[in-house]
């Protein structure tokens, strides 16, 4: 990889979630509410599946910004905003843009995208390339 500069995009990540991933996601979080694995009772409270939990977003954020960066990356910093509720077997895209270069730091703003464009998440990945 060429060293990045403002403005640089990231290649889309294309993604789904599972209800299978969603569950195990839970339980590996702690997370017993029943909305991220249990598409019926997903439905009883008004959600049109299994929801995503948010910190599951932030760790796809993080993932594929480390993914773009190379194995010899670090995090450094990871903040995200939820816009909106994505569910299990949705299409989703990763996204990134690198804001900023200073030194070995490199700050990217990231998003997860509905199949519409409509922002899921947004947020802010800082990385350290060593």
């Not at 990045?4 to 969603?22: E, K």
């Not at 932030?58 to 194995?71: F, V």
């Not at 509905?114 to 899921?120: E, F, I, L, Q, R």
Request: aromatic share 8%; with cysteine; glycine share 6%.
């Amino acid at each position: 990889m060429n060293p990045p500069v403002a403005g640089d995009t990231c290649p889309p990540q294309r993604y789904t979630h599972s209800t299978v991933q969603l569950f195990r996601f839970s339980a590996v979080s702690w997370n017993s509410h029943r909305i991220h694995y249990d598409a019926e009772f997903a439905a009883s409270e008004g959600f049109p599946g299994a929801v995503v939990q948010s910190t599951l977003h932030g760790e796809t954020l993080t993932r594929y910004a480390l993914a773009w960066a190379g194995p010899n990356s670090r995090l450094e910093t990871v903040s995200w905003r939820n816009r909106t509720t994505a569910v299990a077997d949705e299409p989703l895209t990763w996204t990134g843009t690198v804001q900023a270069v200073e030194g070995a730091r490199v700050s990217l703003e990231v998003a997860v995208l509905k199949a519409d464009g409509t922002p899921c998440v947004t947020g802010t990945v800082q990385l350290a390339l060593v």
